[in-house]
């Protein structure tokens, strides 16, 4: 874009490399949601003990996240903002990202996604065993959460830095997702922190905004 003229203007989403007026400014974004997020340095890191640490972390701000929709009108958690996810649906994306990432790439298991799993619309045309039709509940997708939790939990217990080093026993077949492969158990493990991060946020970005809504209505 050049020779334009742009004023209270919100970019949300993935940007690289993004120059305005000749700086490159994406450095400067990152280092300020680091401070702000500091459990994104956790995220990158190489050590067990820090991504236990991140996984501590991100599960407690989705229980606060959790406990807050639950205070919040009746069907909260069912509703979109924009044309975004609810948070159900973005709880169940988070599934899917589990049994992709975690339980296919990092233990390089080859068994069915979860039914109720929500992926991109061509993966879910293509995958076996995933349910477009379904609407789970709040609960039943938790009840799923807590058990996919436990499973990166165990695996976290016990690996070591050699262990994130080593390539992802990705399985050989055309499934989701096919460009894992060649990457390190860490790249993989990576992938599903930063969808939890960055879906947290989304998720938190949309209550606030139902709930301004909500507020708007009753006064």
Not at 49 to 56: G, Q, S, T, V
Not at 98 to 127: I, K, N, Y
Not at 187 to 196: A, P
């Given at each position: ?49 820090d991504l236990r640490e991140a996984w501590r972390q991100l599960r407690d ?12 009108p009746e069907n909260s958690e069912h509703h979109g903002v924009d044309g ?97 492969k060649g990457r390190t158990v860490r790249q993989c493990l990576g992938t ?28």
């Amino acid at each position: 874009m050049v020779g334009v003229v742009m004023q209270d203007a919100e970019i949300d989403g993935l940007v690289t490399n993004l120059v305005v007026n000749g700086v490159e400014v994406m450095s400067y974004v990152e280092a300020e949601l680091d401070r702000r997020h500091p459990v994104r340095l956790l995220i990158r890191s190489d050590q067990p003990d820090d991504l236990r640490e991140a996984w501590r972390q991100l599960r407690d701000d989705w229980a606060t996240t959790t406990e807050r929709v639950r205070s919040m009108p009746e069907n909260s958690e069912h509703h979109g903002v924009d044309g975004e996810w609810s948070m159900v649906e973005t709880l169940r994306h988070l599934v899917f990202v589990h049994d992709s990432w975690f339980r296919r790439c990092v233990l390089g298991l080859t068994e069915p996604f979860t039914a109720m799993g929500l992926g991109p619309p061509f993966v879910m045309d293509q995958e076996d065993g995933l349910d477009p039709s379904a609407q789970p509940s709040l609960d039943e997708v938790l009840a799923v959460r807590v058990r996919q939790a436990s499973e990166i939990e165990t695996r976290l217990a016990e690996v070591t830095p050699d262990q994130l080093a080593k390539t992802a026993p990705v399985p050989d077949d055309d499934r989701w997702p096919p460009y894992a492969k060649g990457r390190t158990v860490r790249q993989c493990l990576g992938t599903v922190f930063n969808e939890e991060w960055a879906h947290h946020r989304f998720c938190k970005r949309d209550l606030d905004k139902l709930s301004h809504q909500g507020s708007s209505q009753g006064s």
